[in-house]
C-alpha cells in the first residue's frame, strides 16, 4: 500500500500547498487592501489638510486685502483732508490778506468822509493789528485797522453816526476821548 499512501500523501501535499498558496493569496489581498485603506486614507488626510491649507490661504489673502483697502482707505482720507485743510488754509489766507486790503481801504473811507464833511481834525490809521476773539462760538483772529478820530465833543455824535455809516462789521466799537478843541 505503498503507492496508496504515496498518492494520499501527494493529494494531501497538494491540497497543503493549494491551501497555503490560497492563505497567501489571502494574507496578500488583504495586506493590499489595508495599503489601499490607508493609502485612501492618507489621501483623504492630505485632501482634508489641503483643504484647511486653502482655506486658511484665502482667509490671511482676504486679511491682507482687508488690511490693504483700509490702509488704501485711510490713506485716501488722510490725504483728502491734507488737501481739504491746505485749501482750507490757502483760502483763508486769501481771505485774511483780502480783509486786511479791504479793512485798510475801509479805514482810509471812513478817515476820508470824517475829514471830507469836517467831522475830525485829524484821523491816524494804526495797521498791524492782530485781534483775537470768539465769534460765532469759535475762537477765530483777525488783521484790523485801528482808527485813532480827533475830533471836538460837540461832533462827536455826528463823527460817531458817519463811522457807523462807513462801518462793514457788525459790532461797530467807537470809543471817546477828550481831545483839544480845533478849528
Do not use: M
Not at 39 to 63: A, C, N, Q
Not at 74 to 94: C, G, I, P, V, W
Amino acid at each position: 500500500f505503498p503507492s496508496h499512501d504515496k498518492r494520499e500523501e501527494e493529494v494531501r501535499h497538494k491540497a497543503e500547498e493549494e491551501a497555503y498558496k490560497k492563505a497567501q493569496e489571502e494574507a496578500v489581498r488583504l495586506a493590499v487592501e489595508a495599503l489601499r485603506r490607508k493609502y485612501e486614507e492618507d489621501i483623504r488626510k492630505k485632501e482634508v489638510e489641503d483643504s484647511r491649507r486653502r482655506e486658511e490661504d484665502e482667509r490671511r489673502r482676504k486679511e491682507i486685502d482687508d488690511l490693504r483697502k483700509k490702509q488704501e482707505e485711510d490713506f485716501r482720507k488722510r490725504t483728502e483732508e491734507d488737501n481739504k485743510r491746505r485749501t482750507e488754509e490757502e483760502a483763508r489766507r486769501k481771505s485774511e490778506e483780502e480783509t486786511r486790503r479791504k479793512t485798510e481801504e475801509e479805514a482810509r473811507k471812513i478817515a476820508q468822509g470824517l475829514l471830507k464833511n469836517k467831522l475830525a481834525a485829524c484821523v491816524n490809521l494804526v495797521d498791524g493789528i492782530e485781534s483775537h476773539f470768539i465769534w460765532k462760538g469759535k475762537i477765530d483772529r483777525a488783521q484790523e485797522v485801528l482808527l485813532i478820530v480827533k475830533t471836538k465833543q460837540k461832533l462827536f455824535e455826528k463823527s460817531k453816526k458817519e463811522y457807523i455809516k462807513y462801518q462793514f462789521n457788525d459790532k461797530p466799537e467807537p470809543l471817546a476821548k477828550r481831545y483839544r478843541d480845533w478849528e
